[in-house]
């Protein structure tokens, strides 16, 4: 059983910048693409950016491409979103998920979920 669990979240002005970590533990950590996803109420779950298992894939969202990076220390287990040139609209329940295939948006593709972190992007 892959558990994940985000840190990091928080309060940040327009234009200000913010990181979030996912900590993986009990599986494969070095097997599995991680996935970064968010949502707000009433909306369902939206991609973000997920990275391959060794971390030299990354693939991003159109919304968030240039100014979020996503980056992993499989030493650490941790999966990492760096967020810059935040805008009101990332505002949102960020959530790390895993999967053992590269290349999925949709959040039925991914198998483990963390319980999410807030990101609140004031205008």
């Known amino acids: 059983q892959v558990q994940l669990v985000e840190s990091g979240g928080g309060l940040v002005q327009t234009g200000g910048s913010l990181s979030v970590s996912c900590a993986v533990s009990?599986?494969?950590?070095?097997?599995?693409?991680i996935g970064w996803f968010r949502q707000t109420p009433g909306k369902e779950r939206e991609f973000v950016a997920a990275?391959?298992?060794?971390?030299?894939?990354?693939y991003y969202a159109d919304s968030v491409k240039g100014r979020f990076t996503v980056s992993r220390d499989n030493a650490q287990n941790k999966v990492y979103l760096q967020m810059s040139f935040l805008k009101p609209e990332d505002t949102a329940v960020y959530y790390c998920a895993a999967t053992t295939t590269y290349g999925r948006t949709l959040a039925v593709g991914y198998d483990y979920w963390g319980q999410g972190t807030q990101v609140t992007v004031s205008s």
């Open positions: 009990g599986g494969t950590f070095t097997k599995s693409t």
């Open positions: 990275i391959s298992r060794g971390g030299g894939r990354t």
